[in-house]
């Protein structure tokens, strides 16, 4: 039954999917995470979600997931994630990554740089794989199917060939208020989410789950060590948060941090000193370092250094989509929200100087 739903039954709906939900693989686990990626790096003006997803935008976003847990586990190797054997999407990236950069630790962007033609296949090939498989199965309780989050924009399942034609416009529609219901859960959804994937793999894989959670959603799965000399070189050796100078060991931070959107992108990346890192932790930071963060995005001084790197290392750089995630995230924080300033110091958030620091990047 497709309806309308409030955000208390939503949020309960979510959690019987993640508590009931049969998951014979962790595909539905990366549908989730995927939607809640997509619905950030495509909101509006306002931080409102957009009414439909393309599902070659949520192939990517499934494929950036799943793309660290090609690397090897400890001694166990690549980690099962099928009840029976392996996920075929893993398969695919896996084959696809060692023929392309052949590190682990290098970021998806790299792949794609070094062979644009087959990475837009390997998307396509994921989407197909998505399309075929938990698209239509994610929001299966028991043997009944009761859409609350989606429906799918086919009336009849599109052919294996038909998607993985370059011109393929596959959609998901979103059902009133759900992807407004997704962001604003998100800061709880991905964290469950990921705990249950934890859990599942370790089955999967016959192994107690500790250490598991980092190695698969830690922020130190992709080596930020090609880009963080020309990131202290841009920010002259000072902490981009206290502004001092850093001498000797120095620590990149994602500015918008990894519990709550996954973005490597040069433009989330800011030189810091190890003991400011520490301190900000996940924490979103206040409307200063906002402030100072945006300008990076609009002011062209800043912006082309930042640029220049990202085409010498061939690293991710989309600030459209930082900026849109940023406003996803800032712009539903509810009033009195801590923000992190320096140390221990949190403020409460002002909306009115949250909303100055994102109109500079609208």
């Given amino acids: 039954m497709n309806r309308a739903t409030g955000f208390e039954e939503f949020v309960q709906r979510l959690l019987q999917l993640l508590d009931e939900g049969r998951f014979v693989a962790t595909y539905k686990f990366a549908v989730l995470l995927g939607l809640l990626d997509v619905l950030s790096e495509h909101a509006g003006p306002h931080g409102e979600a957009p009414s439909t997803i393309a599902t070659r935008d949520l ?16 001694e166990i190797g690549t980690l099962r994630q099928n009840q ?14 060692e023929h392309t950069v052949g590190d682990s630790t290098a970021p998806p962007s790299q792949a794609r740089l070094a062979q644009p033609e087959g990475f837009d296949v390997l998307v396509r090939d994921v989407e197909w794989k998505l ?26 399942p599109p052919t294996q060939g038909a998607v993985k034609t370059p011109g ?14 997704l962001l604003r859960s998100a800061a709880l ?8 994937w934890t859990l599942t793999v370790a089955r999967f894989n016959g192994m107690q789950e500790a250490k598991l959670e980092d190695f698969l959603f830690g922020a130190r799965r992709i080596s930020l060590l090609p880009v963080a000399p020309g990131l202290r070189d841009i920010a002259s050796a000072r902490c981009f948060y206290c502004r001092k100078p850093v001498q000797g ?12 959107h996954i973005d490597n992108s040069i433009e989330n990346l800011v030189f810091a ?45 989309h600030p459209e989509t930082t900026q849109a995630v940023a406003r996803s995230i800032y712009l539903r924080l509810p009033t009195g929200y801590k923000l992190w300033q320096l140390e ?19």
């Fill in 131 to 156: 399309i075929e498989m938990p698209l239509g199965r994610l929001q299966r309780i028991g043997n009944e199917d009761e859409p609350f989050i989606y429906t799918l924009g086919w009336d009849q």
């Fill in 273 to 317: 000193h190890p003991r400011c890192n520490s301190y900000k932790s996940a924490y979103l930071a206040a409307e200063q370092h906002l402030q100072r963060w945006s300008s990076r995005m609009t002011d062209p001084k800043l912006l082309a250094p930042l640029r220049d790197l990202a085409d010498e290392k061939r690293w991710e750089t």
């Fill in 168 to 181: 393929f416009q596959g959609t998901l529609r979103l059902l009133p208020r759900a992807g407004d219901y």
């Fill in 344 to 362: 221990r110091d949190f403020t409460p958030l002002d909306r009115n100087r949250v909303l100055e620091a994102l109109a500079a990047i609208n």
């Fill in 189 to 196: 959804l991905r964290p469950l989410v990921q705990r249950s």
């Fill in 59 to 74: 192939a990517r976003a499934v494929l950036n997931i799943y793309w660290p847990h090609t690397r090897p586990f400890e």
């Fill in 249 to 260: 060991q120095a620590a990149i931070d994602h500015f918008i941090p990894w519990t709550r």
């Fill in 84 to 97: 029976s054997g392996q996920a075929e999407i893993l398969s695919l990236i896996a084959h696809f990554r």
